[in-house]
């Protein structure tokens, strides 16, 4: 993978202080888009990722507090159950103007 090859990202995190994960879930607010209370979705480029992998060491406790980023492949399908993760009828679109590679696809 090229360091600024566009990529998806799931940035997942579990902060065992209040006040530590207000500040990781503003920081990460601003560099990704909420998919759960805490996952997130980036479309960044490695190297971006690394810069957000800094901010977040920063941030936490690393003997008490967890954080992960996850590259997800090309194409990536998703499966989902229960509530709509999106509202009826809204498409994501990507920057590419294709349809976003996260766009839930398939219910059962």
């Given amino acids: 993978m090229a ?8 940035i997942a995190y579990d902060i065992a202080h209040p006040r ?3 500040r990781v879930n503003r920081y990460v ?3 990704a888009t ?5 996952l997130y979705v980036a479309h960044t480029t490695a190297n971006e990722v690394r810069a957000i992998r800094d901010v977040l060491a920063g ?26 993760p999106l509202p009826e009828g809204l498409l994501l679109v990507h ?3 294709l349809p976003d ?4 696809t398939c219910k059962e």
């Fill in 3 to 10: 360091l600024n090859e566009q990529r998806i990202f799931l």
């Fill in 59 to 84: 941030l936490i406790d690393h003997h008490k507090d967890d954080v992960r980023i996850y590259p997800l492949p090309h194409r990536t399908r998703i499966w989902y159950y229960g509530k709509r």
């Fill in 95 to 97: 920057e590419s103007g």
């Fill in 29 to 31: 607010k601003s560099v």
């Fill in 101 to 104: 590679p996260l766009q839930p």
């Fill in 34 to 38: 909420p998919a759960q209370k805490s």
């Fill in 20 to 22: 530590r994960l207000a």
